[in-house]
Structure formats: structure tokens, C-alpha cells
């Protein structure tokens, strides 16, 4: 009984214990995967320009075509050129967002330069 209670048993216990207390905690404080990928789909929404056409898919297989008007902490609106319609859009339900390969609007012109030949 004395070996089971030695020192060296104790210390591996208490080590063993801390180890799991402090996986358990940081298990906790990690952010979901949907969240994760919301917090994506935001970043990338706010990089593009207003105007320019984009192409959004979401989870339930479905796509849309049109431009975002506002972002929001947690959705954002759109404008749909199908419909003609603003929809507002959770990012937790988008699955990818793609530029368009036209421009709508003034101002929104591509930035292809036309080669000159000799």
C-alpha cells in the first residue's frame, strides 16, 4: 500500500490531474466550427468593393447572384439581381462566396488594360 501512495505516484497523479483540468478549460474557450466559418464568410464579404457582382452559395444547395448592401455583426444584406429584391442573410448559412465576373454600378469599371501592339 505504502509504494501505490509514494511520492512519485502522487506526482504523476497530480500532473495527470492538471493536464486534464487545463484540456477541459481550453476545450471551452475554443470557438465552434460554424462560427469559425461565419467569421470567414464576413472577412471575405467585406473585402470586395460595393457594386461588384458576386455569386453566393449557401448550405442548403441553393446560389444567388447580386451585390451586398450593408454587413452586420452576425447577417447581412443583399441585394438580389434576380429578384431585384434585399434579402438579409445569416453568414452562418452561406457556404461560399465568389466574384461575379461583371461590375454593376457607376464607378465599378474592371482594371483590364488593353495591350497595344506593334
Request: glycine fraction near 6%; include cysteine.
Given at each position: ?16 490531474l ?6 477541459s ?16 464568410i ?15 452559395s ?61
Amino acid at each position: 500500500m505504502r509504494k501505490f501512495f509514494g511520492s512519485r505516484t502522487l506526482l504523476c497523479l497530480a500532473v495527470v490531474l492538471a493536464i486534464l483540468a487545463c484540456g477541459s478549460m481550453c476545450q471551452a474557450s475554443s470557438v465552434s466550427k460554424a462560427e469559425k466559418h461565419a467569421q470567414k464568410i464576413q472577412k471575405k464579404l467585406a473585402h470586395f468593393k460595393s457594386g461588384t457582382l458576386l455569386h453566393v452559395s449557401f448550405n442548403d444547395n441553393t446560389e444567388c447572384t447580386g451585390t451586398v448592401n450593408t454587413l452586420a455583426d452576425t447577417s447581412f444584406t443583399f441585394n438580389n439581381t434576380e429578384t431585384n429584391a434585399k434579402e438579409t442573410h445569416n453568414y452562418s448559412d452561406v457556404s461560399d462566396v465568389e466574384k461575379g465576373k461583371q461590375y454593376i454600378g457607376q464607378g465599378s469599371v474592371t482594371k483590364h488594360r488593353v495591350p497595344f501592339g506593334k
